[in-house]
């Protein structure tokens, strides 16, 4: 292990990798190599990124001081065994992967875990996006903060378990209320009524969420206990009984909170 | 019915009549009267616009052109009723209930649904709240519709069925996002972790949804099929029985998705 991090490698180069690796190489970073299961995903990257993609994992070893392993979660052990013996240090990207899934393989390791949703082509901010650590040693600590900190202004440590919870929080604050708005698109669709009618109030519903507390500016039927009001909506959402059964379930939440 | 709307009268002092009231004050409208079945909110809300507040409903009738019936959906047609009989204009502003609800009492009325969430004292640019009209006659549409365009740029015509679809949107794309914040917040707030640690994260989602389609931004553990997350983070809402149903019924609906 160097005493400092200049050249990095990818094990990757889906969403996350992307981001960071544009991020890194932005910021004077080597970003050196790039692997990936997907080789034509692996060039494309390194074509923006001015790396060399490679056809083989176990070559990300060789000029790199740091190797970021951004695959799916299913994948990282597997694709950290493929990388071989390795003095250098290794980290993973995920919300809810044990370290215990590098810690296997490599003396030096670590999580680098950036709590944000991140889609390849559509460009970010990563100095908002808060970055959470966690690593092998405190000596791997320091260097992996040092590289975090050049990237986020917003840098903690977190352990496995509480990265975890973390990541669990995101899927409800951002992934579940994204299927909110695309099921309040498909109703829109389904009466031949366009989506972006409802941007005012998504808009809205944010700020006033972000800018004080969502539970006292909740509003609508459920909170006013407004059960004729819920009835109705049941009976609007007869065609579609998924929804339906998550409408009520909803419900039932939010009117247990008032 | 006169030929225009000058003078207006609320029955109501929740959040809807707050930000209407305002809203036509600062466009030139004389609010003149408001009641609420609660005095103290009349008043506080008189006061506010430079209206008297009434004790009694049925003295509304008394200078408005236009009485704006906004209160809780189920109490509408109760409301209606006690204004007693009337030649003026009077509207509704709720999602969910059919402009029968007035007619039954009223030759001249409406429906004026700001597709909007309104929390009193939390300031909103009515310009862009898109709203739906619905009226008894034409020459009662003309006199609303002319109303709503001082307010808003965004006017629409929807009759009773139509507007009850988009208050079901809204539920989702409003209320029910806002519950997913509410629920990331409960999960941080249990693990000692600040909930502001999520801001950037729904900031960019929900920029992600408004900038394009968030069928195609949406990401995470239920979009990858990514079984062996998603049963991790249902162990980790062990303690959180309803979390976790919610969280298994989303993780499917968007697994069906892609």
């Excluded at 990757?12 to 992307?18: L, P, T």
């Excluded at 990282?76 to 250098?88: K, L, N, P, T």
């Excluded at 039927?221 to 339906?244: G, N, V």
Aim: proline residues 3%; hydrophobic residues 45%; glycine residues 6%.
């Amino acid at each position: 292990m160097h005493n400092s991090i200049k050249n990095i490698a990818f094990a990757g180069a889906g969403n996350v990798a992307w981001h960071l690796a544009k991020g890194l190489q932005a910021k004077g970073y080597q970003v050196k190599n790039i692997w990936s299961r997907d080789y034509a995903n692996a060039l494309a990257l390194a074509g923006s990124c001015g790396a060399i993609a490679y056809n083989s994992i176990s070559e990300l070893r060789e000029e790199a001081d740091l190797i970021i392993v951004a695959v799916a979660d299913d994948s990282i052990a597997d694709v950290a065994r493929s990388i071989g013996e390795y003095e250098g240090i290794v980290v993973h990207t995920a919300g809810s992967v044990h370290l215990h899934a590098l810690k296997n393989f490599f003396k030096n390791c670590g999580v680098f875990y950036p709590l944000q949703t991140f889609s390849k082509g559509i460009p970010l901010n990563l100095e908002e996006v808060p970055f959470f650590l966690e690593a092998s040693s405190d000596e791997v600590l320091q260097l992996v903060r040092h590289l975090a900190l050049n990237l986020s202004a917003k840098v903690y440590e977190a352990d496995s378990e509480k990265r975890m919870l973390l990541h669990v929080a995101a899927v409800f604050a951002g992934n579940y209320s994204n299927l909110m708005y695309i099921i309040g698109d498909e109703i829109l669709k389904n009466s031949n009524l366009p989506p972006d009618l409802m941007h005012p109030l998504i808009t809205e519903t944010t700020r006033k969420a972000l800018s004080g507390d969502p539970l006292k500016t909740q509003t609508g039927p459920a909170r006013r206990h407004d059960t004729a009001t819920i009835e109705k909506h049941l009976q609007a959402l007869a065609a579609l009984p998924d929804y339906a059964e998550l409408y009520r379930l909803l419900a039932r939440l939010i009117s247990n909170k008032y």
